[in-house]
């Protein structure tokens, strides 16, 4: 049995919540397309996203550790698929659009440079007076403007659904383009989710590495009232080994945990809400998507202890001492000799502007790409 893209269209109708967006009903593309037979518009837009070069550097861009470390830690492309099974888990159990949430999951850290956060504030700093940097901004440029893959238009050509979810993926935004997604009201369901499956998603990761790495150990971890109840939930004692397969077992219990109380918590508050509709619900002076106060309360003590011990280690900043040197010595570099940039960002200069160009360059830059840069230009003995 073939099922065509009207056919799905007409799953959707049957199986998604009144809240959920339609593909059907979506407010389209700027550039008008004749749609694909046997997908739906959101399904056309993952995608292409798939299929960008953004999308696959992000196997080389830092999550926490930098990627020669190790080839068990996360990077950007497997916290971001992360994100989308999760998003997914979520969005169907609510009746939401998976292919839409999924979407926004694949496409939320496509803007990304090299280095993680520790990346993203130092371009920020070094183009305080450009307009600054921001990674969500950057992706949404990425799928609009610098992914040149069609003859037609820049950019992917995306929904205005994917778009918005985009612009409008963090609970609280300020970004500049969301000016075309009227930012008085706020993202539609699927957007929400895929914020809440990006924290979840690497608040239990990064937990995971840390363990796994030794950066953190089981000790330190005593009294926090997550890893507490995770750890009674399995049957593990404060004094049993914690091996590889327990560990495991851990972090799945710590995901499933804080999936269950997040699906729990939406349909709580969309119930109390009383909203019957995709733009009844993003009228309300409030976001659907959380976790219950019990939840964010332990959460943010996860957190807390993250932020402490695990990327306040004195390891990591050490390498974000040594990324933040990276960036800025290559950013200098090209702007006091914009002839040593590759030919093609060049020609963008009298286009953008020569400090937008270095910064989209180092922007779309992997983390041993940029080492590699910096060692041809800094390094004698290695060739340009």
């Keep these: 049995m073939i099922f065509t893209r009207q056919q799905l269209e007409e799953l959707e109708d049957k199986l998604l919540a009144p809240y959920g967006i339609r593909s059907k009903d979506t407010k389209g593309r700027g550039h008008p397309e004749d749609e694909p037979d046997y997908r739906t518009v959101f399904q056309r837009d993952r995608d292409r996203i798939l299929h960008t070069t953004a999308f696959r550097r992000l196997e080389y861009k830092t999550q926490v550790f930098i990627n020669y470390e190790g080839d068990y830690y996360r990077t950007r492309l497997t916290h971001t698929l992360e994100v989308a099974q999760i998003g997914r888990s979520v969005a169907r159990a609510l009746g939401a659009n998976e292919d839409l949430v999924e979407t926004i999951c694949l496409a939320h850290d496509l803007g990304h440079p090299p280095f993680g956060h520790s990346g993203e504030r130092q371009l920020s700093r070094l183009m305080i007076d450009h307009g600054g940097f921001d990674h969500n901004r950057h992706s949404f440029r990425i799928v609009t403007k610098l992914e040149n893959r069609y003859p037609e238009f820049d950019g992917l050509n995306l929904t205005w659904e994917v778009l918005e979810g985009i612009v409008k993926h963090e609970t609280e935004y300020d970004i500049s383009d969301a000016k075309d997604f009227d930012p008085s009201l706020r993202?539609?369901?699927?957007?929400?989710?895929?914020?809440?499956?990006?924290?979840?998603?690497?608040?239990?990761?990064?937990?995971?590495?840390?363990?796994?790495?030794?950066?953190?150990?089981?000790?330190?971890?005593?009294?926090?009232?997550?890893?507490?109840?995770?750890?009674?939930?399995?049957?593990?004692?404060?004094?049993?080994?914690?091996?590889?397969?327990?560990?495991?077992?851990?972090?799945?219990?710590?995901?499933?945990?804080?999936?269950?109380?997040?699906?729990?918590?939406?349909?709580?508050?969309?119930?109390?809400s009383n909203v019957r509709g995709v733009e009844e619900l993003q009228k309300l002076p409030y976001n659907v998507v959380g976790f219950s106060e019990d939840m964010h309360r332990r959460n943010r003590e996860l957190k807390d202890f993250l932020f402490t011990n695990l990327y306040n280690h004195f390891r990591v900043v050490r390498m974000s001492v040594k990324a933040e040197k990276i960036i800025q010595s290559l950013y200098e570099a090209f702007i006091n000799e914009p002839a040593i940039l590759p030919s093609q960002f060049q020609k963008s200069i009298d286009e953008i502007g020569l400090e937008e160009t270095v910064c989209y360059y180092i922007a779309g830059m992997t983390d041993r790409y940029a080492v590699d840069e910096y060692q041809k230009l800094f390094d004698p003995t290695t060739l340009p």
């Design 187 to 272: 993202g539609h369901l699927e957007a929400q989710i895929a914020n809440a499956a990006d924290e979840l998603a690497y608040t239990a990761h990064d937990l995971d590495d840390g363990l796994r790495s030794g950066l953190i150990t089981p000790d330190q971890l005593s009294g926090i009232s997550l890893w507490e109840v995770i750890n009674e939930s399995i049957g593990r004692r404060r004094t049993d080994q914690l091996d590889d397969l327990t560990r495991h077992r851990l972090i799945r219990r710590l995901i499933g945990i804080e999936v269950t109380d997040l699906i729990q918590s939406i349909d709580r508050m969309i119930r109390r």
